[in-house]
């Protein structure tokens, strides 16, 4: 990482965003969405292209439309017209679309000890902010583990954790709610930071099985002292409440218990049926000790 304590933090306008994100040859996407008119555009264009005045003017008008802007995260392949994970030509960012008490999320991002300072916080709508870091050396597969783990830890946008995302560009006008909002950027720090350098949560079956080459993750243990299978179950919660479907949730559990449990798959599927029980009656809404202790010895670590 570079060093932090130089940074001073600076408001940016969209044509520096843009270029304080991506290289000025890169091809970076800009998207342009009117849900009053049910009208969406998108422009594969160079980043100092999409930072010019001439197209800077163009997204105005846009936007005083009422179209809300927005710009993809990572540069695409040369001769790429469309945005898909596929034409991603590399990974140059993780992020995080905090819509649920923001600003205890960033408290927690700050203060955890263990996430990296931001690259840049975006003020999206009142209790509303996009996060992104500057990384180097993830794949598409590290890249979208180490993404679903950061919106587990901090109620981020679970939807909003591929590669080929699009978040909004600060000197816009957000039209998504019944008053505008003029979305603004602060950037916080110009390190480059790599995967080591992130470490997520316990408790979460989404967190990446490798942090990088030759190291495996360090199983910590969550505030609390709270044991391995009740952060298991807490998180079977909150993705059933999102809406996650069981089989999923049951299959991401198992495969990251299935170092340590006899019956990986028993035990997913019996930690998803209490979580279920758990939301349907909240009068059972008690952590279980172990919750396979009928069948497996649970050595929680």
């Known amino acids: 990482m570079t060093e932090l304590s130089l940074f001073e933090t600076r408001h940016l306008s969209a044509p520096q965003y843009v270029l304080a994100l991506h290289q000025a040859e890169d091809r970076v996407a800009a998207l342009v969405r009117n849900r009053t008119r049910g009208q969406t555009m998108q422009r594969i264009l160079r980043a100092e292209d999409v930072a010019s005045s001439s197209f800077q003017d163009w997204l105005k008008q846009q936007n005083d439309g009422g179209a809300d802007i927005f710009l993809g995260m990572n540069p695409l392949r040369a001769n790429s017209f469309a945005r898909t994970k596929e034409s991603v030509r590399e990974i140059r960012h993780v992020y995080l679309d905090l819509d649920e008490d923001a600003a205890a999320s960033l408290r927690a991002i700050r203060t955890d000890g263990n996430t990296p300072v931001p690259n840049f916080v975006l003020d999206t709508s009142p209790e509303k902010s996009q996060v992104v870091w500057r990384v180097d050396g993830l794949d598409r597969q590290q890249a979208e583990s180490l993404l679903r783990s950061l919106a ?10 591929d590669i080929s995302r699009v978040l909004r560009m600060p000197g816009f006008a957000n039209h998504k709610y019944s008053e505008t909002f003029l979305v603004r950027a602060v950037q916080e720090s110009d390190a480059i930071y790599h995967l080591c350098d992130f470490t997520v949560q316990e408790g979460s079956p989404e967190a990446p099985r490798r942090l990088s080459e030759g190291q495996s993750p360090q199983r910590r243990m969550a505030s609390g002292h ?20 069981p089989d999923e949730i049951m299959r991401r559990i198992a495969d990251y218990r299935s170092d340590d449990k006899a019956d990986p798959t028993y035990y997913a599927r019996l930690t998803v049926n209490k979580a279920q029980l758990s939301l349907m009656s909240p009068e059972t809404d008690t952590p279980p000790a172990t919750v396979e202790s009928s069948r497996v010895i649970d050595r929680d670590l």
Do not use: P
């Open 152 to 161: 587990n830890q901090f109620r981020g946008d679970i939807a909003a954790t």
């Open 226 to 245: 709270r044991s391995q299978s009740e952060a298991d179950w807490a998180y079977a919660k909150r993705a059933l409440a999102r809406g996650d479907n």
